[in-house]
């Protein structure tokens, strides 16, 4: 199995400051013959089910703010949301879906500073 | 829109059983796969199984293969989870997800609100 972890396990950012979460696999989810990585990132609310923010490590699904962004290849990726909101205290999660069983990481607890 | 009902949860004793359901509304159900994601009080997320489209291709976690049979019915639009043999370990609040494609390597953009099973004597 893959193995998801993720750093730190929470953060508290001053609102409009810069948010950096880190994930990492325990191989490698890209796929040689697309190019792809198979890597996903979710925000889940308090009371609420998980929402889908980027897909493909990078790509943002449709409606999500454009300052939340997914970077990193192979082994090693990061979500940065670039000017923190308060509607975004939230847990993040990264998802592997290159291999069954497709792992979450632990998540990261992120709270406003 | 995209509207995912699940339904089902409930209390069991271990060694029970319980059949979830997930009512599937807005797009086109027979074209995409589905997936069971699960969360225990308190802690993360833990993908527990997906179907292919077409139905034909089924996935398991471990922790949950050879007690948990997911299936679908297109004509009903809804996805199935039958679990058997549960134990306290599957205490967890069971979310109905949609992939983004027919094929479950796939992230899952649509999820529905949860039912709650709790496995308890």
């Known amino acids: 199995d893959i193995v998801m972890t993720q750093s730190p396990d929470s953060l508290a950012v001053s609102l409009g400051e810069r948010a950096t979460i880190n994930c990492k696999s325990s191989?490698?989810?890209?796929?040689?013959?697309?190019?792809?990585?198979?890597l996903g990132w979710y925000q889940q609310k308090p009371g609420q089910p998980p929402k889908l923010l980027i897909y493909?490590?990078?790509t943002r699904e449709s409606g999500v703010p454009d300052r939340f962004s997914g970077s990193g290849s192979g082994t090693e990726f990061t979500l940065t949301i670039s000017s923190l909101q308060a509607e975004d205290v939230a847990v993040y999660y990264c998802q592997q879906y290159y291999s069954v069983p497709f792992t979450f990481g632990p998540g990261t607890k992120v709270d406003i500073k | 829109e995209v509207q995912l009902l699940e339904s089902g949860g409930g209390l069991v004793q271990p060694g029970g059983s319980l059949r979830l359901s997930c009512a599937a509304s807005g797009f086109t159900f027979s074209t995409y796969a589905m997936s069971w994601v699960r969360q225990a009080p308190g802690k993360g997320l833990e993908w527990v199984s997906a179907?292919?489209?077409?139905?034909?291709?089924?996935y398991y976690a471990n922790s949950v293969k050879g007690r948990f049979t997911i299936s679908r019915d297109s004509s009903r639009n809804t996805l199935f989870l039958e679990m058997n043999s549960l134990r306290a370990d599957d205490t967890a609040e069971y979310y109905c997800?949609?992939?983004?494609?027919?094929?479950?390597?796939?992230?899952?953009?649509?999820w529905g609100q949860g039912t709650l099973v709790t496995v308890s004597s």
């Open positions: 179907i292919s489209g077409s139905g034909d291709g089924t």
């Open positions: 191989q490698s989810v890209l796929y040689s013959s697309n190019n792809k990585n198979y």
């Open positions: 997800a949609k992939n983004g494609a027919g094929y479950v390597y796939f992230s899952l953009d649509s």
């Open positions: 493909w490590a990078s």
